[in-house]
């Protein structure tokens, strides 16, 4: 409901890198943190609000909204950490496949459409249930602190390539 009623929403929006969530995860540290890995031009952070448990966003540093707008660094780095958020994901939780994308502007469904971010959303045979449908929700059997400490103990300590 905190998402659906836009109540963590900055007033000035997300447009500028102040108020920006992507913007300002890097910088978080403790338990406010929810980033699992850090690159030199990409990090990655789980979904504040995920679809599926380990739900991870590969996102640029940079505050760029759209995939044509990153370097060719940028667009290596993040092809490799979403690679690596695969694997990391497969091992810590087994999942059985994974749905892998970017919505680019508003009208495509992005969330925060000034900064872009690559969605890794692992799947389970049987993962849907009658919550979403009936409840309007859905059920995340972990905490998202505990899902970031998972992760952030399998991503590999050498650089992904």
């Not at 300002?24 to 929810?34: E, Y």
């Not at 699992?36 to 995920?50: H, K, Q």
């Not at 694997?87 to 925060?112: C, D, K, P, T, Y």
């Not at 505990?146 to 992904?160: E, G, K, Q, Y």
Request: a negative charge.
């Amino acid at each position: 409901m905190t998402y659906i009623s836009g109540q963590d929403r900055p007033e000035g929006g997300y447009e500028q890198p102040a108020g920006c969530p992507f913007c300002r995860a890097p910088a978080q540290t403790g338990d406010d943190s929810l980033v699992v890995a850090r690159g030199e031009s990409v990090f990655v952070v789980l979904n504040l609000y995920p679809y599926n448990p380990g739900h991870l966003l590969v996102c640029p540093y940079r505050h760029v909204a759209d995939y044509t707008d990153l370097d060719p660094a940028e667009t290596g780095e993040l092809a490799v950490y979403t690679q690596t958020a695969m694997r990391v994901i497969r091992q810590v939780s087994s999942a059985h496949g994974f749905n892998l994308g970017m919505n680019q502007g508003g009208v495509a469904g992005a969330g925060i459409a000034a900064h872009l971010h690559q969605h890794v959303v692992p799947r389970w045979g049987g993962d849907a249930n009658f919550m979403p449908v009936v409840a309007r929700t859905k059920v995340l059997p972990q905490l998202l602190t505990d899902t970031r400490d998972l992760l952030a103990a399998a991503w590999p300590t050498t650089p992904p390539r």
